[in-house]
């Protein structure tokens, strides 16, 4: 018997916010730190509102209609280079039960794809040290590029 296929799409929030609702408490018990300070609380409303403003864009991964995995970006012009249309990933996440071979790859370039129909011109990942899955990013062409501090208050 052959393996259901998994089936990546661009979706529109309202299609695609019951399975985050679900995906994201896996996606967060497994990488978030500081998880006794820093509840889980996503703003819903907002990511519809960004979604309706054309800035946040969902791609889904779907394995018999089930959402199984994510990439959320946001796309907009650099606040430093208002002439380029820039990706900031906002998450990514594949359950754990399909990462194998190269579906988080495919999930990555089907988001590319449509992000260069756009006209963005620049993707910025970001990657935690904890949970680091840089050298996929390296192997798509992705070059390292900041680092990101933080500090709890």
Do not use: C
């Not at 990511?47 to 970006?73: C, P, W």
């Not at 260069?116 to 680091?132: E, P, T």
């Amino acid at each position: 018997m052959s393996d259901v296929p998994i089936v990546f799409a661009q979706e529109p929030f309202a299609l695609i916010v019951a399975g985050l609702k679900t995906l994201t408490v896996r996606h967060w018990e497994e990488i978030a730190h500081n998880k006794e300070l820093i509840k889980l609380d996503p703003d819903w409303e907002k990511y519809q509102n960004l979604g309706d403003m054309g800035i946040a864009h969902f791609t889904s991964a779907r394995k018999n209609n089930e959402l199984v995995g994510y990439q959320i970006y946001f796309v907009m012009p650099h606040m430093h280079y208002k002439s380029s249309l820039t990706a900031i990933s906002d998450v990514l996440f594949l359950a754990p039960e399909v990462r194998k071979g190269r579906t988080g790859i495919k999930l990555i370039q089907f988001a590319e794809k449509n992000l260069k129909a756009i006209g963005v011109q620049r993707v910025l990942q970001n990657v935690k040290l904890s949970n680091d899955w840089g050298t996929i990013l390296e192997v798509l062409g992705y070059k390292p590029f900041e680092r990101i501090y933080a500090k709890l208050l």
